[in-house]
């Protein structure tokens, strides 16, 4: 089976390549770096041409204004005119676990536009809704800093490590469509304030963390489920604790 990987050389791109050539698959990884843009569609047609299984990783570069929109406009919709025109039978995307939920914001309100894309495509498509990932942990922190402290909300969050997302991608790419969402999240949950006091204990950063409820993430004020999967959904296997030692040890 052929498979492209559009974002190939991203955080979840490079795991999912490893792992689908790991399982014998025939990969082709794609991004800016590697010679095809999904915006400008450089490169776009020769790296699909061929696939069974397109896997839509692409991400924005920008969070807050309305270039996301811009981006995942065009992006889409040049992968989905790729992958019609090649016969690809399934077109798998990475999206987020709360999208409906988090409109208010420019970069979800960009992603649930990125969802109505593809599945007005009618296509044989999946979309996958992960939560937050370990790594980017640090990056939702930063975001809520107060001059010396930081302040967060208690809303939960259930995290989940970058190679389980990239191992449950593995795995719709190999099944059959699901003309469908699945939602994944990570084993544990955390209030948002205490997530952000446990990683920045790990990194020895002794600035502090308010509990603010009030506090917006990515612009949007949450309640207690906004950015928790789906009852039923899959969980990764790594535990928080466990992948802070992990990454402490590299």
């Known amino acids: 089976m052929k498979i492209t990987v559009m974002g190939a050389s991203g955080l979840i791109g490079t795991r999912l390549v490893e792992k689908l050539r790991q399982a014998g698959m025939e990969v082709v990884g794609a991004s800016p770096s590697?010679?095809?843009?999904?915006v400008t569609e450089e490169g776009l047609r020769g790296a699909i041409n061929g696939a069974e299984v397109v896997i839509d990783?692409?991400?924005?570069?920008?969070?807050?204004?309305d270039s996301a929109l811009g981006f995942f406009k065009a992006s889409t919709r040049n992968l989905?005119?790729?992958?019609?025109?090649a016969g690809v039978s399934h077109y798998l995307a990475?999206?987020?676990?709360?999208?409906?939920?988090?409109?208010?914001?420019?970069?979800?309100?960009?992603?649930?536009?990125?969802?109505?894309?593809?599945?007005?495509?009618?296509?044989?498509?999946?979309i996958l809704h992960s939560t937050q990932?370990?790594?980017?942990i640090n990056g939702v922190i930063e975001m809520s800093a107060k001059g010396d402290e930081f302040q967060l909300p208690s809303a939960l969050v259930q995290p989940i490590a970058a190679d389980n997302v990239a191992a449950i991608l593995a795995e719709l790419a190999m099944a059959a469509p699901r003309n469908d969402t699945v939602e994944i999240g990570g084993p544990e949950r955390f209030g948002?304030?205490?997530?952000?006091?446990?990683?920045?204990a790990?990194?020895?950063?002794?600035?502090?963390?308010?509990?603010?409820?009030?506090?917006?993430?990515?612009?949007?004020?949450l309640n207690d489920d906004t950015l928790l999967p789906l009852k039923g959904s899959r969980l990764g296997s790594l535990r928080y604790g466990d992948w802070l030692y992990r990454s402490m040890a590299n």
Request: aromatic content about 10%; proline content about 2%; hydrophobic content about 40%.
């Open 34 to 38: 590697l010679g095809v843009d999904s």
């Open 57 to 65: 990783v692409t991400n924005t570069t920008s969070f807050g204004d």
């Open 80 to 85: 989905l005119a790729a992958a019609a025109d």
């Open 94 to 126: 990475l999206s987020v676990v709360g999208t409906p939920r988090l409109v208010e914001s420019d970069y979800f309100r960009a992603k649930m536009v990125q969802e109505n894309l593809i599945r007005a495509a009618r296509r044989p498509y999946t």
């Open 133 to 136: 990932f370990f790594e980017f």
């Open 192 to 200: 948002l304030d205490e997530i952000a006091r446990v990683q920045l």
């Open 202 to 221: 790990a990194d020895e950063d002794r600035r502090e963390v308010i509990r603010d409820d009030r506090a917006r993430y990515y612009g949007v004020e």
